[in-house]
């Protein structure tokens, strides 16, 4: 879908932008998707619904917006092509009422699911300006040295701590997620773990974007090596092997992109900075011993319980039961998903067909679910090519770290499912589109050039 976003025209550097109305109502869902789980298990978990609602409102009114103003209408050929994928989900959701298979408020939590963050993230991508993308990345480099703190306090605090409360394992130090007797899996502002290490992820090639962006004043290179620390901290104390191996590997991509990518009469700076990060994950490694203890602990407990590239195949292709029950029609689009669930039987703390994306979504479409997968599959070929292409050009690894991270999130998040993945899924592929509208964004602007 990516491949068909067309450039923005270039704009006078004189004439100064503000946030737009779509860069506002971005930024709010992206607050909202951070920051709704921590009102929701310090404050109260009554909470749920209306931030959920509100949510959705303002995604919904962003695509409104998008379409009011004409923008949607200049990018068709992927508005278009949308527009068919979701007449074809509606179609077949009203075939799997008519056949017994749902009902309509679980049909209508499938729409939800299944379309509505992906119309959110073309409509940001096709409307946004240069400030409001600037703005939703240095939003996202803030959010991590915030998190970043509190990731720590949660792992040095004991399971039983009022930081480390879990809505479904509420004020019982059992029901709390640890990873080894005695040290939590932080979930920073999340409700659960699964929502911390998918915020990592999310955040990961807009850390080492900042890192390889043009920095014109100190500040610029003080604030970008905060935000790579407070990556580096948050994942060493994670506790998640997801979080783990996604910032390990996405750190490798870095480091092998900016010397790969760079001009060659920068290759020496480009080296020199590799070093650089090398040595601050060297630091805060010593800094961080007994973190890394606990976590390597974990990685030998998980070996001897599942086989990890058994694992792997899990999360990328599915369950074995799913091939074996799937059925042509599905179970009912959205019927797998955490909010279906905890509207049938009051509990949302499980998927009801299928722990992968994959298998959930085969569950529930059938047919469509193929297409579906299908789709997700030609979506990230084409948006790695166009990427690699792009930091071929612009000599920075940024637009392939994005759409590596984005085939990550399509083909492994559970975003059919589970409510902050669906709306951290709909923020990536924003950032992903918005790459090829505006492929060479100062994220640190000069004097000159004040957007």
Avoid at 351 to 368: K, Q, V
Wanted: proline letters at 4%; aromatic letters at 14%.
């Amino acid at each position: 879908m990516s491949a068909v976003l067309s450039s923005a025209p270039p704009r006078a550097a004189s004439k100064p932008q503000s946030l737009s109305r779509a860069g506002q109502l971005f930024l709010a869902v992206f607050f909202i998707v951070v920051y709704e789980g921590a009102v929701r298990k310090w404050v109260t978990s009554a909470s749920s619904l209306p931030l959920i609602g509100l949510r959705d409102f303002c995604a919904a009114w962003l695509i409104f917006y998008a379409w009011k103003r004409g923008y949607l209408r200049q990018q068709m050929k992927i508005t278009s092509a949308l527009f068919a994928w979701s007449l074809l989900v509606f179609g077949w959701g009203l075939l799997q009422l008519a056949a017994g298979q749902s009902s309509p408020l679980i049909f209508i939590i499938g729409l939800r699911f299944w379309l509505l963050y992906t119309w959110f993230a073309v409509a940001a991508a096709a409307s946004m300006n240069e400030t409001d993308y600037r703005a939703a990345l240095l939003m996202a480099g803030w959010m991590m040295v915030l998190m970043a703190p509190l990731a720590v306090l949660q792992h040095y605090s004991p399971p039983g701590a009022w930081i480390n409360v879990q809505l479904e394992g509420g004020d019982d130090e059992e029901g709390i997620f640890t990873v080894v007797v005695g040290v939590v899996r932080t979930t920073g502002t999340f409700s659960f773990t699964s929502g911390y290490a998918t915020f990592m992820g999310l955040v990961a090639p807009i850390v080492f974007g900042l890192l390889s962006a043009r920095k014109p004043r100190s500040k610029h290179y003080l604030f970008a090596t905060a935000v790579f620390i407070a990556f580096l901290v948050g994942a060493l104390v994670s506790g998640s092997r997801t979080a783990v191996i996604s910032s390990g590997m996405m750190f490798m991509a870095y480091l092998i992109g900016r010397l790969v990518f760079s001009r060659m009469p920068q290759k020496p700076a480009a080296a020199v900075g590799v070093v650089i990060a090398l040595l601050l994950v060297g630091i805060f490694a010593i800094f961080f011993r007994d973190a890394i203890d606990v976590t390597q602990t974990r990685f030998e407990q998980a070996s001897e319980a599942e086989d990890f590239w058994g694992r792997v195949q899990t999360i990328l292709v599915g369950e074995s039961h799913v091939f074996e029950t799937v059925n042509w029609l599905g179970g009912g689009v959205g019927y797998g998903s955490n909010l279906a669930n905890f509207v049938r039987t009051g509990s949302s703390g499980y998927f009801a067909l299928a722990e992968s994306e994959g298998g959930r979504i085969l569950l529930e479409g059938g047919l469509l679910g193929m297409t579906y997968v299908g789709l997700k599959l030609l979506v990230i070929v084409i948006g790695l090519f166009k990427s690699f292409r792009l930091s071929m050009k612009t000599h920075s690894p940024y637009p392939v770290l994005v759409w590596l991270t984005a085939a990550l999130a399509i083909l492994s998040w559970p975003s059919s499912g589970q409510l902050t993945a669906n709306g951290l899924l709909g923020i990536i592929l924003a950032f992903a589109l918005l790459l090829f509208r505006f492929p060479r964004l100062e994220i640190f602007p000069g004097r000159a050039s004040k957007t």
